[in-house]
């Protein structure tokens, strides 16, 4: 069998010191996305549990599989959990969801509660789009602008560069930074013409640095032109997955000539909208819990 080498790891997390037992309301937001299914467990508001892992051919599969998995080792049960919002491009095939809202929304409250209220920008650079989002102090939706017309600019077309190059997935964005001079980028309107271009770059004698500095920097100055479009204010978070290319991300902070905030330890970029999916489940079974 042959390397999968666009094979990114999945993971499971339980907050360390945190007794669910003890929580007064227990909800989960479940994102299912075109690449990855993520699932947000929150005690009281606060992250307990997650799980990411990849999108199956069946999103409420998918769905089931991530919770099981965020659940594993925790003692908890779904029949614990009093509210869940699924979110993201299988929303509404989650089955045992209550609510589904949209992945805009999602991502701003999550960020928001991931990075802080100064948060007004966001930019999520998923499996097959990209969204730029600009939010209030209280992770509510101001205005966005979505890209999903190809998976040029996307977590997909990544994966199509890794297996061509035969480069693990997690190692595309470190290697590409390791060339002493910038290459023209190549195609970005196209992962086929990217692709296509990339070949023939290979066949020309370029090393496979080169050849990921150019497809890197081709996403880069087509995430950039979404976020001219939207403009960017301060401060500016980016979530999903391609948040961890390091080779994306700081060739955009320099075309736009804005840092990103850093990336916090306890949060992994791709759970924004999980987090945000659970703080929304909060709220409405609260909510609904109130006596008219």
Known sequence: MSKEYWRWPEYRRTVPGKDWTKAGVITAGVDIGSV??????????ELYAYSIMRTGSSSPDSAQKAMNWALEGTGMKLDNIRYVVGTGYGRVNVPFANRAITEIACHAR??????????????????????????????????????????AGTGRGMEVFADLLSVQIEDV??????????????????????????????????????????FCSAMAHR??????????????VITGGIAKNIGVVSRLENIIGIKALPRKEEFDPMIAGSIGAALFAKALYEKEAKPA
């Open 173 to 214: 964005g470190p290697m590409s930074l390791s060339v002493e001079k910038e290459p023209e980028p190549v195609s970005s309107t196209c992962v086929v013409f990217a692709k296509s271009e990339a070949v023939g770059l290979l066949r020309k004698g370029w090393p496979r640095e080169m050849v990921l500095a150019a």
């Open 110 to 151: 999550g960020a928001n509660y991931m990075w802080g209220p100064s948060v007004r920008t966001v930019l999520d650079m998923g499996g097959q789009d990209c969204k730029a989002i600009h939010c209030d102090d209280k992770g509510k939706v101001t205005a966005f602008l979505m890209n999903d017309k190809c998976a």
């Open 36 to 45: 990855s299914s993520k699932v947000a467990i929150m005690t009281d508001g």
């Open 223 to 236: 995430i950039s032109e979404l976020l001219e479009k939207v403009k960017v204010e301060k401060d500016f």
